[in-house]
């Protein structure tokens, strides 16, 4: 129980983390966050190139784009808007969005399946129902504790949970980005990760609390059913 528990959560923390990138697909909500959080006083870009930038950005991590790369006013003349190591950095990033999002789409049916199985008041092949619902409440329950205690715990010490994060999923130092020359860390100074993080935190949140609801509703439905 606990190793079938255990495959879950692991899959469901790989969808959270794709629903934690939704965000960053929409170009709007980019740019909107640009505008409110942006200081790229010190590479001379206009904020009337932030929906631009967004655009960019979006379009890459989506993967309808094969570059974020544009050129924009930039120190005084019309230059490429980043430097390669900010390129890379952002290669990095959808290569994470990539890969959650396909363990999402592998967990999605999975869990509509381990959920439709708690109705089923028999054994199946052999593999009792009842220690596939137990695993699947314990995974649901264990993703919805941790992902509160996550909340939590950026709300306490984000630069703390931020770093954490980033050094747990990236190979390398390349999101230590410089906020005198990058001007991707312009765009995105900490202000503008708080912000996101407050966006996408119930976006996150929700789907697991509705499926850990949905396993105890059927739980209940199967009892009654063995009735």
Not at 15 to 28: D, Q, S, V, Y
Not at 71 to 84: S, T
Not at 171 to 198: C, E, G, H, K
Request: proline residues 6%.
């Amino acid at each position: 129980m606990h190793l079938l528990a255990g495959i879950l959560l692991t899959a469901c923390l790989f969808m959270a983390a794709r629903l934690l990138f939704i965000p960053a697909l929409n170009p709007e909500i980019l740019s909107s966050l640009f505008h409110e959080h942006a200081d790229t006083g010190a590479s001379g870009v206009p904020a009337s190139s932030y929906p631009a930038l967004a655009e960019g950005i979006a379009g890459f991590l989506s993967g309808n784009q094969n570059t974020a790369q544009l050129e924009v006013m930039k120190d005084g003349g019309l230059q490429p808007a980043f430097h390669e190591h900010e390129l890379v950095h952002l290669q990095d990033v959808k290569s994470l969005a990539d890969l959650s999002g396909l363990l999402m789409m592998l967990v999605i049916p999975l869990a509509l399946l381990y959920v439709l199985l708690l109705c089923v008041p028999m054994n199946l092949q052999g593999l009792r129902i009842g220690m596939l619902a137990k695993s699947t409440r314990l995974a649901f329950a264990a993703a919805v504790f941790l992902l509160l205690l996550a909340g939590v715990w950026a709300a306490i010490d984000f630069n703390g949970a931020f770093a954490l994060l980033h050094q747990t999923v990236f190979p390398n130092d390349l999101w230590l980005l410089d906020p005198r020359t990058d001007l991707m860390i312009q765009l995105m100074p900490q202000p503008f990760f708080v912000s996101y993080a407050m966006k996408a935190f119930p976006g996150i949140l929700l789907p697991f609390l509705m499926l850990l609801i949905l396993s105890f509703g059927a739980q209940a439905m199967r009892k009654r059913v063995k009735r």
